[in-house]
Nanobody
Framework: QLQLVESGGGLVQAGGSLRLSCAAS????????MGWFRQAPGKEREFVID????????YYADSVKGRFNIWRDNAKNMVYLQMNSLKPEDTGVYYC???????????????????WGQGTQVTVSS
Protein backbone atom coordinates (compact mmCIF):
# COMPACT_ATOMS: atom_id res chain seq x y z
CA GLN A 1 0.00 0.00 0.00
CA LEU A 2 1.32 3.38 -0.99
CA GLN A 3 1.88 5.82 1.83
CA LEU A 4 2.66 9.50 1.39
CA VAL A 5 4.09 11.79 4.03
CA GLU A 6 4.40 15.53 3.52
CA SER A 7 6.84 17.79 5.32
CA GLY A 8 8.20 21.30 5.08
CA GLY A 9 5.17 23.37 5.94
CA GLY A 10 5.33 26.31 8.27
CA LEU A 11 4.76 30.00 8.78
CA VAL A 12 6.22 32.43 6.27
CA GLN A 13 5.76 36.08 5.46
CA ALA A 14 4.18 37.18 2.22
CA GLY A 15 6.77 37.17 -0.54
CA GLY A 16 8.72 34.37 1.06
CA SER A 17 9.36 30.82 -0.05
CA LEU A 18 8.80 27.30 1.22
CA ARG A 19 9.69 23.90 -0.11
CA LEU A 20 7.41 20.99 0.64
CA SER A 21 8.51 17.40 0.37
CA CYS A 22 6.47 14.28 -0.14
CA ALA A 23 8.04 10.97 0.80
CA ALA A 24 6.47 7.87 -0.69
CA SER A 25 6.79 4.38 0.70
CA UNK A 26 5.28 0.99 0.13
CA UNK A 27 5.42 1.35 -3.64
CA UNK A 28 7.53 3.15 -6.17
CA UNK A 29 5.81 6.23 -7.56
CA UNK A 30 7.91 6.49 -10.70
CA UNK A 31 4.99 5.28 -12.83
CA UNK A 32 2.42 7.55 -11.19
CA UNK A 33 1.43 11.10 -11.87
CA MET A 34 1.93 12.96 -8.60
CA GLY A 35 0.12 16.06 -7.49
CA TRP A 36 -0.33 18.63 -4.79
CA PHE A 37 -3.67 19.90 -3.56
CA ARG A 38 -4.46 22.44 -0.87
CA GLN A 39 -7.37 23.26 1.36
CA ALA A 40 -7.87 26.71 2.80
CA PRO A 41 -9.96 27.23 5.95
CA GLY A 42 -13.63 26.98 5.12
CA LYS A 43 -12.99 26.01 1.52
CA GLU A 44 -12.93 22.84 -0.49
CA ARG A 45 -9.69 21.14 -1.38
CA GLU A 46 -8.34 22.38 -4.70
CA PHE A 47 -5.81 21.24 -7.25
CA VAL A 48 -2.50 23.09 -7.22
CA ILE A 49 -0.03 21.34 -9.47
CA ASP A 50 0.99 17.96 -10.77
CA UNK A 51 3.79 16.21 -12.61
CA UNK A 52 3.31 13.41 -15.08
CA UNK A 53 4.87 10.02 -14.59
CA UNK A 54 6.47 10.26 -18.02
CA UNK A 55 8.46 13.14 -19.39
CA UNK A 56 8.01 15.24 -16.28
CA UNK A 57 5.21 17.27 -17.82
CA UNK A 58 3.74 19.64 -15.27
CA TYR A 59 0.34 21.29 -15.00
CA TYR A 60 -0.39 24.28 -12.82
CA ALA A 61 -3.47 25.93 -11.43
CA ASP A 62 -3.65 29.49 -12.76
CA SER A 63 -3.28 30.86 -9.26
CA VAL A 64 0.24 29.45 -8.85
CA LYS A 65 1.69 29.76 -12.34
CA GLY A 66 5.07 31.42 -12.30
CA ARG A 67 5.40 31.01 -8.53
CA PHE A 68 5.21 27.27 -7.79
CA ASN A 69 7.22 24.45 -9.24
CA ILE A 70 7.08 20.69 -8.84
CA TRP A 71 9.65 18.05 -9.49
CA ARG A 72 10.28 14.45 -8.61
CA ASP A 73 13.23 12.32 -7.67
CA ASN A 74 12.23 8.81 -8.60
CA ALA A 75 15.43 7.34 -7.23
CA LYS A 76 14.44 8.62 -3.79
CA ASN A 77 10.70 8.11 -4.28
CA MET A 78 10.18 11.78 -3.48
CA VAL A 79 8.16 14.65 -4.88
CA TYR A 80 8.82 18.30 -4.10
CA LEU A 81 6.86 21.53 -4.28
CA GLN A 82 8.76 24.79 -4.37
CA MET A 83 6.59 27.76 -3.51
CA ASN A 84 7.91 31.25 -4.17
CA SER A 85 6.40 34.70 -3.86
CA LEU A 86 3.92 33.34 -1.39
CA LYS A 87 0.68 35.20 -0.78
CA PRO A 88 -1.70 35.09 2.17
CA GLU A 89 -4.22 33.35 -0.10
CA ASP A 90 -1.78 30.45 -0.43
CA THR A 91 -2.48 29.60 3.20
CA GLY A 92 -3.90 26.15 3.76
CA VAL A 93 -3.16 22.50 4.32
CA TYR A 94 -1.15 21.08 1.44
CA TYR A 95 -1.63 17.47 0.44
CA CYS A 96 0.51 15.24 -1.69
CA UNK A 97 -1.39 12.76 -3.84
CA UNK A 98 -0.70 9.92 -6.24
CA UNK A 99 -2.76 9.09 -9.29
CA UNK A 100 -5.15 6.22 -8.71
CA UNK A 101 -3.70 4.38 -11.70
CA UNK A 102 -0.15 3.91 -12.93
CA UNK A 103 0.96 5.18 -16.32
CA UNK A 104 -2.02 7.49 -16.47
CA UNK A 105 -1.96 11.14 -17.48
CA UNK A 106 -4.39 13.99 -17.19
CA UNK A 107 -5.18 13.66 -13.50
CA UNK A 108 -6.56 16.94 -12.18
CA UNK A 109 -9.55 16.17 -9.98
CA UNK A 110 -9.52 14.75 -6.47
CA UNK A 111 -11.24 11.63 -7.74
CA UNK A 112 -8.31 10.98 -10.09
CA UNK A 113 -5.95 10.50 -7.16
CA UNK A 114 -6.05 7.35 -5.09
CA UNK A 115 -3.45 7.90 -2.39
CA TRP A 116 -3.12 10.92 -0.13
CA GLY A 117 -0.81 12.18 2.55
CA GLN A 118 -1.99 13.59 5.84
CA GLY A 119 -1.20 17.15 4.82
CA THR A 120 1.14 19.86 6.01
CA GLN A 121 0.08 23.33 7.12
CA VAL A 122 1.31 26.37 5.22
CA THR A 123 0.52 29.77 6.68
CA VAL A 124 1.45 32.96 4.87
CA SER A 125 1.21 36.12 6.92
CA SER A 126 0.62 39.51 5.40
Amino acid sequence: QLQLVESGGGLVQAGGSLRLSCAASGRTVSSYTMGWFRQAPGKEREFVIDISWIGGTTYYADSVKGRFNIWRDNAKNMVYLQMNSLKPEDTGVYYCAADAFPRHTGAREEADFGSWGQGTQVTVSS
